[in-house]
């Protein structure tokens, strides 16, 4: 009679863990898909022309440059326009800052939009924080954009039409992409590593939360049978 009590024992504990460890499983496979997609959002980098904010870490791609216009001594910045060209023949004018340091990486493209040369350069992706155009420097741009654009270019850049084609800034990729910390990742990592732990326990016999079911049940049949 005391063995098979035992046994019942046993049994009852191990459904009991099994259940624990199918909830622990449950909420594990939920946190991981979330910490994945929050960490995906955190990391996403989206095209120059999607951009809402200065905050907002963003990308162009380089098929045509110009020489620089406008140069930040100090700083060692020169600011370039380029058009970035769409597989539909499409193409958009922007500005850029960059570190003339690394003008050489832009030289065949240069050139190429020049015709210095008639080989045909690979587009470079570059990276950046959009920064707000000063009064000035939107006057340097007016200045200096019809020396670039297409001849066979049917827009004409002015003051009032300027943002819309333009944008009101400019792509700056002297700029490092900024690590933000996210209490959504770090909560949903924490309970992560907290469920992890509790499934731990729950198969080595050492969670708490298995001996207070296991005393409430036992309590309960105790009561049924008195």
């Known amino acids: ?104 990486d832009f030289k065949n493209i240069i050139d190429y939009s020049y015709e210095r040369t008639t080989e045909v350069p690979e587009p470079i992706v570059v990276y950046g924080y959009p920064t707000i155009m000063t009064d000035d420097l939107k006057e340097m741009v007016l200045n200096h954009i019809g020396d670039f654009l297409p001849a066979d270019s049917e827009v004409t850049i002015t003051r009032e039409n300027i943002d819309a084609y333009l944008t009101n800034s400019y792509l700056d990729t002297t700029k490092e992409q900024k690590e933000y910390f996210s209490v959504i990742l770090f909560t949903t990592l924490l309970l992560l590593f907290i469920m992890i732990a509790l499934l731990i326990f729950t198969i080595f016999d050492r969670d708490k939360i298995v001996d207070n079911i296991e005393e409430k049940v036992e309590s309960l049949k105790n009561k049924e049978t008195a």
């Open 1 to 104: 009679m005391l063995m098979k009590k035992k046994k019942k024992v046993k049994l009852r504990r191990f459904a009991i863990k099994l259940v624990l460890s199918m909830v622990y499983l449950v909420i594990i496979t939920i946190l991981l898909v979330s910490s994945y997609r929050i960490f995906k959002e955190k990391k996403l980098i989206s095209p120059w022309e999607e951009v809402h904010s200065t905050d907002e870490y963003s990308y162009v791609e380089v098929s045509k440059m110009s020489e620089k216009f406008a140069y930040y001594e100090s700083e060692n910045i020169g600011l370039h326009f380029i058009i970035e060209e769409k597989e539909t023949g499409e193409w958009h004018t922007y500005v850029i800052a960059i570190n003339e340091d690394k003008y050489d």
